[in-house]
T-cell receptor, first 108, second 119 residues
Framework: QKEVEQDPGPLSVPEGAIVSLNCTYS??????FMWYRQYSRKGPELLMY????GNKEDGRFTAQVDKSSKYISLFIRDSQPSDSATYLC????????FGTGTSLTVIP | GAVVSQHPSRVICKSGTSVKIECRSL??????MFWYRQFPKKSLMLMAT?????????EQGVEKDKFLINHASLTLSTLTVTSAHPEDSSFYIC???????????????FGPGTRLLVL
């Protein structure tokens, strides 16, 4: 079983839709959770980081961690074409583990 | 957030030559940097962990004599691809680890990546 599982998509939504991106993990020792956005041919950019369980909101983005289910989510409200990118989840125990990324396209 | 730069952004070289890629943390000190390789539509593959002032730790299957890593200062790590071959063509990304705060712990900030094409 992989440490981190993420559906690669691709995911296509119309502009203005609410997007839900998810990852599951197997190691209950993970405490720090991150979401990165990666545009084509660019390095990943840190979007959100969360410690332990709970929600964190930043503008149109909300990160949610459910440690009991070993499940994390990133919600994007009022999605824009500029949100089209690959979204990587990441988490840290003794080392960093990354999901494979979900490719998102927001259609104008 | 913290800024990490990489140079060059793109390089084309002949087979058999060596290529050096630089990774710099611009506004913070990074005792640890990471080097990743990414294939098209694939996730990041950790190659090695670069520690300032000591030898790098390589992941299983990564040839340390082929991918030389030097972390001479708290703001600079270099990756040298020696005797490059076409199969080394890839997107190489570095990252630097920074302490965010006591609650959020550490995270990684990534450079923009270097696209290497070996002819």
């Amino acid at each position: 079983q992989k440490e981190v599982e993420q559906d690669p998509g691709p995911l296509s939504v119309p502009e203005g839709a609410i997007v839900s991106l998810n990852c599951t993990y197997s190691n209950s020792a993970f405490q720090y959770f991150m979401w990165y956005r990666q545009y084509s041919r660019k390095g990943p950019e840190l979007l959100m980081y969360t410690y332990s369980s709970g929600n964190k909101e930043d503008g149109r983005f909300t990160a949610q961690v459910d440690k009991s289910s070993k499940y994390i989510s990133l919600f994007i409200r009022d999605s824009q074409p500029s949100d089209s990118a690959t979204y990587l989840c990441a988490m840290r125990g003794n080392q960093f583990y990354f999901g494979t990324g979900t490719s998102l396209t927001v259609i104008p | 957030g913290a800024v990490v730069s990489q140079h060059p952004s793109r390089v084309i070289c002949k087979s058999g030559t060596s290529v050096k890629i630089e990774c710099r943390s611009l506004d913070f000190q990074a005792t640890t940097m990471f080097w990743y390789r990414q294939f098209p539509k694939k996730s990041l593959m950790l190659m090695a962990t670069s520690n300032e002032g000591s030898k790098a730790t390589y992941e299983q299957g990564v040839e340390k004599d082929k991918f030389l890593i030097n972390h001479a200062s708290l703001t600079l790590s270099t990756l040298t691809v020696t005797s490059a071959h076409p199969e080394d063509s890839s997107f190489y990304i570095c990252s630097a680890r920074e302490l965010i705060d006591l609650t959020s712990g550490e995270t990684q900030y990534f450079g923009p990546g270097t696209r290497l094409l070996v002819l």
